[in-house]
């Protein structure tokens, strides 16, 4: 599948803000947001008159930068929000944290979701005892997130497992450290959402 491989900070730097795309690295001096005041190219910013358009527009590739998603697969997210009861932005925020890879970085199994999205397509990761490879699968209020049995014996768990107890995980999943589990306890509401994204940009550039 298509995806985004290059620099991920180079998005970072292209909205001016940390979108914590790498995870430690974004907490220390290295972090080029910190080092490097300008976006990306040759002549940083130029000075411009910024257009309603350009605001949501930018919004819209914030929302895609931070959850590692291209053009077609965030307007199938959106599709499927406008077809929920409710308000449509809100939708969509709760089914991009209900992603099975961002579920596996809120539950502190990855530094980063470009991370856990390798692991889940590599195989590491079952839902409900099943390996499942598809990054996009949405989970459901219920389901288990686990480590695949062999991947307990990989260098990158057993970082995870020491790494476990510092991580904060948000209130609507629940960890089992001693298992390296966790279970979907409902759907996100959105003040428990913590992606710094103005979902109403984002509902005003599709409205147009």
Same mark, same amino acid.
């Given at each position: 599948?298509?995806?985004?491989?290059?620099?991920?900070?180079?998005?970072?730097?292209?909205?001016?803000?940390?979108?914590?795309?790498?995870?430690?690295?974004?907490?220390?001096?290295?972090?080029?947001?910190?080092?490097?005041?300008?976006?990306?190219?040759?002549?940083?910013?130029?000075?411009?008159?910024?257009?309603?358009?350009?605001?949501?527009?930018?919004?819209?590739?914030?929302?895609?930068?931070?959850?590692?998603?291209?053009?077609?697969?965030?307007?199938?997210?959106?599709?499927?929000?406008?077809?929920?009861?409710?308000?449509?932005?809100?939708?969509?925020?709760?089914? &991009?944290?209900?992603?099975? =890879? $961002?579920?596996?970085? /809120?539950?502190?199994? +990855?530094? %980063?979701?470009?991370?856990?999205?390798? !692991?889940?397509?590599?195989?590491?990761?079952?839902?409900?005892?099943?390996?499942?490879?598809?990054?996009?699968?949405?989970?459901?209020?219920?389901?288990?997130?686990?480590?695949?049995?062999?991947?307990?014996?990989?260098?990158?768990?057993?970082?995870?497992?020491?790494?476990?107890?510092?991580?904060?995980?948000?209130?609507? &999943?629940?960890?089992?450290? =001693? $298992?390296?589990?966790? /279970?979907?306890?409902? +759907?996100? %509401?959105?003040?428990?959402?913590?992606? !710094?994204?103005?979902?109403?940009?984002?509902?005003?550039?599709?409205?147009?």
């Amino acid at each position: 599948m298509a995806r985004y491989t290059g620099p991920a900070c180079h998005i970072c730097r292209r909205h001016g803000e940390k979108l914590m795309l790498k995870g430690a690295k974004c907490f220390t001096p290295k972090c080029p947001v910190m080092k490097r005041h300008s976006p990306p190219g040759q002549h940083g910013s130029a000075r411009r008159k910024v257009s309603e358009y350009s605001l949501q527009l930018k919004e819209k590739q914030k929302a895609r930068g931070i959850y590692g998603i291209l053009e077609r697969q965030f307007m199938r997210h959106y599709a499927e929000a406008e077809r929920r009861p409710g308000p449509t932005g809100a939708n969509l925020l709760q089914i &991009l944290e209900m992603r099975l =890879d $961002n579920v596996v970085y /809120r539950l502190g199994f +990855a530094e %980063s979701r470009r991370q856990a999205r390798q !692991l889940v397509r590599h195989g590491h990761i079952t839902v409900n005892g099943r390996v499942t490879d598809i990054p996009s699968y949405l989970v459901r209020e219920g389901d288990v997130i686990a480590w695949k049995e062999g991947s307990s014996k990989t260098v990158i768990y057993k970082a995870a497992a020491a790494d476990i107890g510092s991580k904060f995980i948000p209130s609507w &999943l629940d960890l089992d450290k =001693d $298992n390296m589990s966790g /279970r979907v306890l409902s +759907a996100p %509401s959105q003040s428990e959402i913590e992606a !710094l994204i103005d979902e109403r940009l984002i509902v005003a550039f599709y409205a147009r």
